[in-house]
């Protein structure tokens, strides 16, 4: 079992950054793929960023140069810094960690945020 805990987030005005992290408690070695995903209201949950297990980074086409994802292998934390916010970017953002061996996917609560125009 894995639980996550998200923090961060909240407001800023387009152009702004904000930063988000997320914290991965219990089996965090059977982690292989960690990350963010976000989901506006009516629509569907999409990739924002995350790292795979002894890979790369892999981002969504919307954040590429944007956002950028930090974190060491097999540590409990993963970070994620969002530069030159758009409105379009306000969402609920999830963090997310798929465990290895039965391909488990775990989310977090989810936190908000809001970038106005």
């Known amino acids: 079992q894995v639980q996550l805990l998200e923090s961060g987030g909240g407001s800023a005005q387009a152009g702004g950054s904000l930063s988000l992290s997320c914290a991965a408690s219990?089996?965090?070695?059977?982690?292989?793929?960690m990350g963010w995903y976000r989901q506006i209201p009516g629509k569907e949950r999409e990739l924002v960023a995350v790292?795979?297990?002894?890979?790369?980074?892999t981002y969504g086409d919307s954040v590429k140069g944007r956002f950028t994802i930090t974190g060491r292998e097999f540590e409990d934390t993963k970070n994620l810094q969002m530069n030159n916010l758009k409105p379009e970017d306000t969402a609920v953002y999830f963090c997310?960690?798929?465990?290895?061996?039965?391909?488990?996917?775990?989310w977090g609560q989810g936190t908000q945020v809001t970038v106005s125009s």
């Open positions: 997310y960690a798929r465990s290895g061996g039965l391909g488990v996917d775990y």
């Open positions: 219990g089996d965090i070695f059977s982690i292989t793929v």
């Open positions: 790292l795979v297990t002894g890979g790369s980074a």
